[in-house]
């Protein structure tokens, strides 16, 4: 089964420091993809990066950076330098196979505060 | 473009009535999904669509109907809403609905049931 988890609820940390949400996922498929979308109090989701199981190189983007690692069934988002407009819940999509098509499903999420 | 657009954004009900929740894309994409969001629960897929007049059931789609007849187009009908429904509805839209796609979402409506 596609499942993924986010140990991780509530984050609650001050802002400038660094933090890092978990993301650890099942899969039976070789052929895979790795979702990580945000919403903001505002209540949109916004999409934040894609990764396919073919690509383990992390990714960085401006102050975002992912680290993916096959090997442990990983796929962890770091913020550096957290602002408090990085506050939102943070959503790890279960990897999505082949056969799924867009049919992503979301968890709980991490709820993020960022105090100033 | 607007992207996706949902209406209305709030909406309260009473039990037994029913209303049609709009969504619209002009992005030209083949796929087209309803969520509903509640606490501790995360999104879960209502129905979807992989083009004009196909449509099919997501994880939780009692309740709900929906219809494509245009690409465009993607309205999620309450025939007989109970406080059970009470939630924030996204629509959301991907090219052609592959695997891999970008999801897009609307705003989201507030639907409240009493």
């Known amino acids: 089964a596609q499942k993924v988890t986010q140990a991780q609820t509530e984050i609650s940390v001050v802002e400038k420091e660094d933090v890092t949400l978990d993301c650890v996922y099942e899969t039976r498929d070789t052929t895979y993809y790795l979702f990580w979308y945000k919403q903001p109090p505002s209540g949109e989701l916004v999409f934040l990066i894609r990764?396919?199981?073919?690509?383990?190189q992390n990714e960085i983007s401006g102050r975002y950076s992912w680290n993916f690692q096959k090997s442990t069934s990983s796929f962890n988002f770091t913020i550096t330098a957290s602002q408090v407009v990085d506050s939102a819940v943070y959503f790890c999509?279960?990897?999505?196979?082949?056969?799924?098509?867009?049919?992503?499903?979301f968890g709980e999420g991490t709820q993020l505060t960022v105090n100033p | 473009n607007a992207g996706v657009t949902q209406t209305p954004k709030f909406q309260v009900l009473k039990t037994g009535q029913s209303m049609t929740l709009q969504c619209a894309q002009d992005m030209n994409h083949e796929y087209m999904s309803w969520y509903r969001q509640d606490p501790g629960m995360g999104l879960r897929l209502i129905h979807y669509s992989v083009g004009a007049g196909i449509t099919d059931q997501g994880e939780v789609p009692n309740g709900y109907n929906v219809s494509r007849s245009t690409t465009e187009d993607f309205p999620l009908r309450l025939l007989s809403a109970a406080p059970s429904q009470t939630s924030v509805y996204f629509c959301a839209s991907s090219a052609t609905g592959g695997a891999g796609e970008k999801l897009f979402f609307g705003s989201g409506t507030q639907l409240s049931v009493l």
């Open positions: 990764r396919n199981s073919f690509d383990e």
């Open positions: 999509a279960p990897p999505h196979g082949e056969t799924s098509g867009s049919r992503l499903t």
